[in-house]
């Protein structure tokens, strides 16, 4: 399979809801998956599911040094060790800000994502525009998402794709110094686990 037929989600003016069950109808005909697995797999999306199972692993690498080093060198092994699995995470890299270094995540081909971290992608994620312009302008584009950084800040943006997806690791903000994890753990948006915002002030 090439890349791009890797990627290729958004092909056809129809609607994808309509591909989508059409598709469905045809897994079940085939007898390749049974529509109660389906429904659970939504369920679990919408409600067990998002940012708070990466908010949580961020705002541990934030309490625990040694933690922060391993899920940076070998997200994989951490996330296993975590006991966290599901779609969409089979190989994750994790990317540190620092000061200085600010990292953002895009998929310019399609819309990888790390689900199983982060929950449903958002729909700008998901835009053309955003694919296509946080690679080319990515001081402009965050700037304009609410996120201005110093002139001298460089900016890493990481390009998603079915063998990798990546997590931002954000800094921890000032005045969270005395705070214990379920604290932190409110303070991780999706946002900034995507590289867009930076986690919220106390
Ligand atoms: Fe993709």
């Given at each position: 399979m090439t890349e791009n037929q890797d990627h290729r989600?958004?092909?056809?003016?129809?609607?994808p809801e309509a591909r989508t069950e059409a598709l469905e109808d045809l897994l079940v005909e085939k007898g390749l998956i049974d529509r109660a697995r389906i429904d659970s797999l939504i369920e679990r999306f919408e409600?067990?599911?998002?940012?708070m199972i990466g908010a949580r692993l961020i705002a541990k690498a934030w309490l625990e040094p040694d933690f922060r080093d391993r899920l940076v060198a070998d997200t994989d092994q951490v996330l296993q060790e975590e006991n966290v699995s599901g779609a969409e995470i089979e190989h994750v890299e994790v990317k540190a800000n620092e000061p200085g270094v600010h990292n953002v995540v895009v998929c310019t081909l399609c819309s990888c994502y790390p689900w199983a971290l982060l929950g449903l992608p958002p729909a700008w994620y998901k835009s053309p525009e955003y694919r296509a312009r946080v690679v080319r302008e990515p001081r402009k584009v965050l700037e304009e998402m609410g996120l201005p950084l110093e002139a001298d800040t460089e900016i890493r943006v990481w390009d998603s794709s079915s063998e990798t997806r990546f997590l931002v690791l954000p800094e921890r903000p000032v005045?969270?110094?005395?705070?214990e994890i379920e604290e932190l753990t409110e303070l991780v948006t999706r946002d900034s686990m995507i590289g867009v915002a930076k986690a919220q002030a106390p």
């Open positions: 989600h958004e092909i056809d003016s129809q609607s409600h067990d599911l998002g940012p005045g969270s110094e005395h705070m």
